[in-house]
């Protein structure tokens, strides 16, 4: 679910903060503007480099924490696609071996993710925010505050028609949310989901993700002006090959944006060369 930006001067950034009384937009025009503004970050978003701290904790079903893991991890884009590359688990940075594996597993999304279309979602990763607004039928806008700035709030729902490709997709079909719609700049500030059904995996012989599973995930113009993911959090509970039972709750937190470029010559090992200050 993350995009990110060129430092480019976008034509909906410099609108003038709107009156709280003024008259909501037509809701398909707006809807269409952010669209179309989300998928200009994620074209873009491949000159960025950041980290991230992901933190998983184990829950019982008395709600007691069992067990916590932390990941912080080294993070691009190819082909519209995130890869993250894990260079610290649980506060130590990763062994030779365990760094050898790592850089294996990256190579290899690496060139999935150049032959996979970017409006497809790699095997095991989350859907795009652009790909989120297809997929959805929204209703009841309002007008909100958010954070100090005026946003335009829509409840959604996802639509049973929708065309989708692959698990992550099909999976967005059982969401119903709220998302917060900065009114200035026209981008996604914040989105709170969750399932109001359950999900099954191979008819459920595999894994069902069950209902009331729920996630929120923040943007914010955090770089000069530039609107980028700040992070995410959410709970798990699913039902995996029909005995075990899954209840997680999980947070992540991105920070330290880097313009990059990646060396064409050797895109498997997306080699990271930052750019050069003027």
């Known amino acids: 679910m993350l995009g990110l930006l060129l430092p480019l001067t976008l034509p909906l950034g410099a609108r003038a903060q709107q ?52 990941v912080e991890g080294e993070d691009f884009f190819v082909n519209g696609h995130v890869i993250e ?31 996979t279309p970017p409006d497809q979602p790699l095997q095991g990763q989350t859907i795009s925010i652009s790909r989120v607004l297809e997929i959805m039928e929204v209703r009841n806008p309002r007008r909100e505050n958010y954070r100090g700035r005026p946003t335009i709030v829509f409840d959604f729902i996802g639509r049973k028609d929708a065309k989708t490709h692959g698990l992550v997709e099909d999976a967005s079909k059982k969401l119903q949310g709220t998302i917060w719609i900065d009114e200035a700049d026209r981008q996604v500030a914040h989105i709170e989901v969750i399932f109001n059904d359950n999900f099954r995996i191979a008819g459920g012989l595999f894994a069902s993700v069950q209902k009331g599973t729920n996630f929120r995930f923040d943007q914010a113009a955090v770089n000069d002006g530039l609107w980028l993911p700040t992070g995410a959090e959410g709970s798990m509970q699913a039902r995996v090959l029909m005995v075990k039972n899954l209840r997680q709750h999980f947070t992540e937190r991105v920070y330290d944006y880097k313009r990059f470029s990646v060396e064409t010559q050797q895109p498997k090992d997306a080699k990271i060369v930052p750019v050069k200050k003027p």
Not at 37 to 51: D, G, I, P
Not at 59 to 70: A, F, M, R
């Open 19 to 70: 009156q709280p009384n003024a008259p909501l937009p037509d809701i398909r025009q707006l809807m269409n503007e952010v669209q179309a503004h989300q998928k200009q970050l994620e074209k873009v978003r491949e000159n960025y480099t950041y980290s991230s701290l992901q933190t998983t904790q184990d829950i019982d079903q008395n709600g007691k924490v069992t067990k916590t893991e932390s």
């Open 85 to 115: 590359r894990n260079v610290k688990k649980n506060g130590q940075p990763l062994s030779g071996h365990d760094e050898q594996k790592e850089t294996e597993r990256v190579t290899k999304l690496v060139e999935k993710a150049e032959k």
